[in-house]
């Protein structure tokens, strides 16, 4: 059985405007420094979103690093709406990332809208990060 060595987590409730289809980062974890024991990590994220105008689907994704180039962690997958466009919605992902040993590790939730003709927001989100041996 998985031990959990480390917690970190970050949230916020300040509103992170999508560009209509552009990759958003709405949330950045806080900087987990791994130990040699630990091993995997799992990650949950959440976000509300409010869509803009038009949105047809959302594709959640985490990244590993602080920015929107940041390398994929599992996969990238469009999201029908599950309200009419300019409603708020959740997307929530559950990952188990295996960076490289006793590297620090940091990551970014992003959102983008398909369709959209009108920015989205997001509305809150959090991060939690759980180092695994």
Do not use: C, H
């Not at 990952?95 to 009108?118: C, E, K």
Request: charge should be neutral; glycine fraction near 10%.
């Amino acid at each position: 059985m998985a031990q959990i060595k480390q917690i970190e987590a970050a949230t916020t409730t300040t509103p992170v405007s999508l560009v209509t289809t552009a990759e958003t980062i709405v949330l950045t974890s806080s900087r987990m420094e791994m130990s040699g024991d630990a091993a995997r990590i799992l990650i949950l994220a959440w976000a509300q979103l409010t869509t803009g105008t038009g949105t047809t689907g959302i594709t959640p994704r985490l990244r590993r690093g602080t920015l929107v180039t940041g390398t994929l962690v599992g996969s990238a997958i469009l999201e029908g709406n599950k309200v009419a466009a300019t409603g708020t919605e959740p997307f929530f992902l559950m990952l188990i990332d295996t960076p490289a040993a006793n590297d620090a590790v940091q990551y970014v939730f992003t959102l983008q809208q398909a369709g959209a003709g009108a920015n989205g927001s997001s509305v809150q989100a959090t991060i939690a990060l759980f180092a695994l041996a």
